[in-house]
């Protein structure tokens, strides 16, 4: 099975972010980047499938000169080969216009099950994955928890919410979104490390991928970006203390939405 | 708890490669998820992490930086990096792979016959063999050439006497190397767990590398083939040599540790309030504390790389890694002082890691040429002059 990963480098997480100069995205010269978490699990997912099932995986990821780091990272995990989408026009592309790339890419590449991870740690979107399978008319389904491979198809089992999970089975080719912690990820060792170097790392702008502007144009724009503001509210519970707790629980619930 | 991420006010990082970057990388996640949650535990039971041999093998730390007989062959910087990020996470498991990578690896793969880099190598290179390095005795810790454990040759054999003294990995080890002093001087040999005469006893009681082995070997008409021998090594050069490797390692370990003890003191400082309900970090008094902490890392840091590529050019002088131990060292030491005060009391228990640190870094400094010798080799290198006897 040849299966091509898509994923993100994003500022690392917990790192102290601060806003650009006009309040539309983080500076970005004071971060340092890692591979945004739920691609990790994909990545994982898809090492996985390749020593069960045999075959090839190919990463692949959009961004500037610095996401190449994440791909020889992927590559010393064991990925084959890396494809990097690195054009000046790439530059703040929203989830459209990536995907756009990425089928792009992913036509040539034509792998039978692209990987990702469902959302991106930075904006949070989780579009960029199914708005790619709909660009290349392939079935797709998110948030997946497990994979077992058939012949020419895949059981998947995805999350539903309030902890239901379901079973469906997806033809091949397919795009599947990939939940964080779904399985262990690999280290890469010393000699993967090495090996990567003389693994093939392929750079596609927007010419060789045959996409013309317009396809670039975002679609959406980022208009500003802030830190919650912090308020000071501080509400003061009064009865007994059974008529408080039932008060405090339904405020988690209902107000705070924590519980 | 926060993420490890490194100290790096230089911009350091600006020096080191992609390969060498994702070489940290990969390390510090490895130490992050296996390590830094049950350290304190080991630590306070005095147990090492064995479990832990086998998946450090399979990232291939082991002869980390030596070529061939399944050694990933990384450079020095790589190397000391690696060692870094152990010692990060504790000075003990650093040491494991400092002994099995420099001391014991290293003098066969320099010294060895085919044989035994045959027998040996891929073993411990795999983590299926543990070995340790007999050098130290009881009476002879800085001054090796005076020490007692004899070689005597019968035969096809060699019968070994003597005592070794403070020996990391000793009970645990599958393989020894025991220096011991023939009729042709100072001879390295390869002695083998079970060997008659040859027995080991782990030393109690330590306050300082307790998640580490540290042990006393004996060996009373220890009989060993003539093909034990390592056949390259021939005076005290040869222990010395890996010594040197071991020194190198060290100082970057320490990097590590002084990393450890820096960013838990600045997570505390900024957290904790004193004084008209203001974090401690905003207290002038601390904040010099942090000025000069972070000072001492970055120049260790300056050091630590300058003297790798100094290595992985094969220019490096021993004295410039005495050095570089020397420094990096007692700098770890301080820092994690200094990281101790800042935490106040709550810097003596164990749910901090600094106490740790800096109990580990007592032995640190006293081993692999105490901070006293290094003083001393520099003192000869720019005097001329040796002042060991006097």
Redesign the interface.
């Known amino acids: 099975m040849k299966i091509a990963v898509c994923l993100k480098q994003v500022p690392a997480r917990d790192g102290v972010l601060r806003l650009n100069a006009d309040s539309t995205w983080v500076r970005e010269d004071d971060v340092s980047f890692e591979i945004n978490e739920p691609d990790i699990y994909a990545l994982e997912e898809a090492l996985r499938l390749k020593e069960k099932e045999g075959g090839e995986v190919v990463v692949c990821t959009l961004g500037p000169e610095r996401a190449a780091q994440a791909l020889k990272e992927a590559l010393a995990k064991g990925a084959d080969r890396a494809i990097h989408l690195h054009d000046p026009a790439f530059q703040n592309l929203d989830a459209y216009a990536t995907a756009r790339a990425l089928a792009a890419a992913i036509r040539q590449a034509a792998p039978d099950l692209v990987l990702t991870g469902l959302q991106a740690d930075d904006d949070g979107f989780a579009q960029t994955g199914v708005i790619l399978a709909e660009m290349l008319g392939w079935a797709h389904s998110t948030i997946i928890m497990e994979i077992q491979a058939q012949e020419r198809a895949l059981k998947a089992k995805r999350e539903l919410e309030g902890g239901w999970f379901q079973w469906i089975e997806i033809p091949l080719p397919a795009v599947l979104t990939i939940q964080s912690g779904i399985n262990k990820p690999r280290y890469a060792t010393l000699k993967g490390i090495l090996a990567a170097k003389t693994k093939p790392l392929q750079r596609l702008g927007w010419k060789e991928l045959g996409l013309d502007e317009e396809a670039l144009k975002p679609r959406q724009k980022i208009t500003k970006v802030f830190v919650p503001p912090k308020s000071g509210k501080v509400e003061w519970l009064e009865g007994t203390p059974r008529e408080i707790a039932q008060r405090l629980a339904d405020k988690l619930k209902n107000e705070a939405r924590v519980i | 708890m926060?993420?490890f991420?490194g100290v790096d006010f230089l911009d350091m990082d600006s020096m080191l490669s992609?390969?060498e970057?994702?070489?940290r990388?990969?390390v510090r996640?490895?130490v992050e998820r296996e390590v830094i949650p049950h350290i304190e535990h080991w630590n306070r039971e005095g147990q090492f992490p064995r479990h832990l041999i086998e998946p450090m093998a399979?990232?291939?730390?082991f002869g980390?930086n030596l070529a061939d007989y399944g050694c990933?062959?990384?450079s020095n910087v790589?190397y000391g990096l690696i060692l870094q990020e152990l010692e990060r996470g504790d000075s003990g498991l650093r040491s494991f792979v400092s002994v099995e990578s420099s001391l014991v690896m290293y003098p066969i793969r320099e010294y060895g016959s085919e044989e035994q880099k045959e027998k040996w190598l891929p073993a411990l290179q795999q983590g299926r063999a543990v070995g340790c390095f007999g050098l130290t005795e009881p009476d002879f810790g800085s001054n090796p050439s005076a020490m007692r454990t004899r070689a005597t040759r019968e035969g096809d054999h060699f019968v070994l006497n003597g005592e070794k003294a403070w020996i990391t990995n000793g009970t645990m080890a599958d393989i020894a190397l025991i220096w011991a002093r023939a009729d042709d001087g100072i001879r390295g040999f390869l002695v083998e767990r079970g060997t008659p005469g040859f027995s080991a006893r782990d030393i109690k009681g330590k306050m300082s590398l307790r998640a580490s082995v540290t042990s006393f070997l004996s060996l009373q008409d220890a009989r060993l083939p003539a093909s034990a021998m390592l056949p390259g090594a021939r005076g005290l050069k040869a222990p010395l040599a890996c010594l040197t490797q071991a020194r190198y390692g060290i100082g970057w370990g320490a990097i590590g540790a002084a990393m450890a003890c820096y960013n838990d003191a600045l997570e505390y400082a900024k957290v904790r309030k004193q004084f008209n309900d203001k974090p401690i970090a905003s207290h002038q008094l601390v904040q010099e504390r942090f000025a000069d902490m972070i000072t001492e890392i970055s120049k260790a840091q300056l050091l630590a790389l300058h003297v790798g590529r100094l290595k992985d050019r094969g220019s490096a002088d021993p004295a410039q890694i005495s050095m570089l131990k020397r420094n990096n060292v007692k700098m770890a030491l301080d820092v994690a002082r200094s990281a101790r005060d800042i935490l106040g009391a709550n810097g003596v228990a164990d749910e901090y890691p600094v106490f740790r640190h800096m109990c580990n870094l007592e032995s640190v400094f006293t081993y692999e040429g105490t901070h006293n010798i290094h003083t001393l080799i520099l003192g000869e290198r720019v005097t001329g002059i040796p002042a060991y006897g006097s």
């Open positions: 926060f993420t991420r992609d390969q970057k994702l070489v990388q990969t996640e490895f399979a990232l291939g730390l980390a990933a062959g990384m790589e």
